[in-house]
């Protein structure tokens, strides 16, 4: 079955250091893949989106993806985080028809002072 | 312009009470879709509408979960005979259209809590 997978649940990082934030697809095609992230109280915000071309993406707020085709993965990353980085980033695939999103299980990022 | 709005914000009931959530989606995306987010379950896929219709009902947890949208804009999602099981938050989305690359966009939630 097609699926989305965050290896980790929780990561710590230190203010203005770098982030990385793993994930994992299982799917027959290339997807289209998405990042969103996810501050306390909030819905979900669009981070960046890779559906054809330039396998690296930029985003909002510094962030950036790379879409890597023969480990199957879309790691997020920025160079250097900030406090108001804190929060829950989740991966997401749309699958079938519809559009529907299947998401990961979702990364809580911790930044300590 | 005006993003995806939900009411309410919160929503306390008790079991066995019927609860309607209402999502007003961004001015003129025929795509609506809800999720629901719970801590065991993480972030679910419940329906989507295109226009008022809805092709896909498949995430739909029980035939107690039922949803509408009227007029290609406002949908209301109800949940009747709510179970402590319900509790979670429901999030709503709009895009543009049902295309793969086109983005969705959230509205910031109805958290409902069933005592």
């Known amino acids: 079955a097609q699926s989305v997978t965050q290896p980790d649940i929780h990561i710590t990082v230190s203010e203005g250091a770098s982030l990385e934030l793993r994930c994992n697809y299982s799917y027959g095609a290339t997807p289209y893949l998405f990042w969103y992230v996810q501050s306390p109280g909030q819905g979900l915000q669009l981070l960046l989106k890779y559906f054809s071309g330039d396998t690296l993406v930029q985003g909002i707020k510094g962030f950036e993806a790379e879409f890597k085709r023969s480990q199957s993965s879309f790691n997020l990353r920025k160079p250097s985080v900030h406090w108001s980085d804190a929060a829950e980033y989740f991966c997401?695939?749309?699958?079938?028809?519809?559009?529907?999103?299947?998401f990961g299980g979702g990364t809580r990022v911790l930044v300590k002072p | 312009g005006a993003g995806v709005s939900q009411s309410p914000s919160n929503k306390v009931t008790e079991k066995g009470k019927d609860v309607e959530l209402r999502c007003d989606p961004i001015?003129?995306?025929?795509?609506l879709y809800w999720y629901r987010q719970s801590l065991g379950q993480g972030l679910e896929f419940l329906i989507y509408?295109?226009?008022?219709?809805?092709?896909?009902k498949s995430g739909l947890p029980s035939d107690r979960f039922s949803a509408e949208r009227t007029g290609g804009s406002v949908s209301t999602l109800t949940i009747q005979r709510t179970q402590q099981e319900d509790s979670a938050v429901y999030l709503c989305a709009s895009s543009a259209n049902l295309m793969y690359q086109e983005t969705q966009y959230f509205g910031p939630g109805t958290r409902l809590l069933v005592l």
């Open positions: 997401a695939v749309p699958l079938s028809a519809g559009n529907k999103l299947t």
């Open positions: 001015s003129g995306h025929t795509a």
């Open positions: 509408f295109q226009g008022n219709s809805a092709p896909d």
